[in-house]
T-cell receptor
Framework: GAVVSQHPSRVICKSGTSVKIECRSL??????MFWYRQFPKQSLMLMAT?????????EQGVEKDKFLINHASLTLSTLTVTSAHPEDSSFYIC?????????FGEGSRLTVL | DAKTTQPTSMDCAEGRAANLPCNHS???????VYWYRQIHSQGPQYIIH???NNETNEMASLIITEDRKSSTLILPHATLRDTAVYYC?????????????FGSGTQLTVLP
């Protein structure tokens, strides 16, 4: 299947700083990518849909000014957590669509101190 | 509004078949049944999907009832590496709402 890669896999940052997470489709082009968040012992929750060349669509309750999404190319979407706080500590997972099927990245674990 | 119902957890002996049930009584005619699994601290992994016919691949078999209101994922010979959370998801075959909506899933523990 298609390969989706995330970077970094783990990141620790101080409160108030911003963190960028990258999601790349390695062997295909993805016009649509999705960002999920997963808290411990919970399921994945969709945060936003990222469309190449246009603004992301955010799910209800997700602050678009806090979670900045950029999908500038067909192989890269980025999620920037701005002014991170400890409650933003979570496992962030992206997925990319190819031929209607979804492929997931390995996830990025963010810890905000 | 959950579209699927799965048991919270199941155990299975190594080498035996693992049968994971899923209820999706409100499934629409154009919705597929997808199964993904998530090993701890990893991204979800696609397993199999189907519309109304039973499906089999190298990982698993999917049995869908004739009325499509429930399905069962079968791992024929479970190994310790199959310990994971298994998600049953219904998804439209087309249209804008084609992201995956995850429920709570079933924690499968394969015991030695």
């Amino acid at each position: 299947g298609a390969v989706v890669s995330q970077h970094p896999s783990r990141v620790i940052c101080k409160s108030g700083t911003s963190v960028k997470i990258e999601c790349r489709s390695l062997d295909f082009q993805a016009t649509t990518m999705f960002w999920y968040r997963q808290f411990p012992k919970q399921s994945l929750m969709l945060m936003a849909t990222s469309n190449e060349g246009s603004k992301a669509t955010y799910e209800q309750g997700v602050e678009k000014d806090k979670f900045l999404i950029n999908h500038a190319s067909l192989t890269l979407s980025t999620l920037t957590v701005t002014s991170a706080h400890p409650e933003d500590s979570s496992f962030y997972i992206c997925s990319a669509s190819q031929a209607g099927e979804l492929f997931f990245g390995e996830g990025s674990r963010l810890t905000v101190l | 509004d959950a579209k699927t119902t799965q048991p919270t957890s199941m155990d299975c002996a190594e080498g035996r078949a693992a049968n994971l049930p899923c209820n999706h009584s409100t499934i629409s005619g154009n919705e597929y049944v997808y199964w993904y699994r998530q090993i701890h601290s990893q991204g979800p992994q696609y397993i199999i999907h189907g519309l109304k016919n039973n499906e089999t691949n190298e990982m698993a078999s999917l049995i869908i009832t004739e009325d499509r209101k429930s399905s069962t994922l079968i791992l024929p010979h479970a190994t310790l590496r199959d310990t994971a959370v298994y998600y049953c998801i219904v998804r439209p075959s087309s249209g804008s709402a084609r992201q995956l909506t995850f429920g709570s899933g079933t924690q499968l523990t394969v015991l030695p």
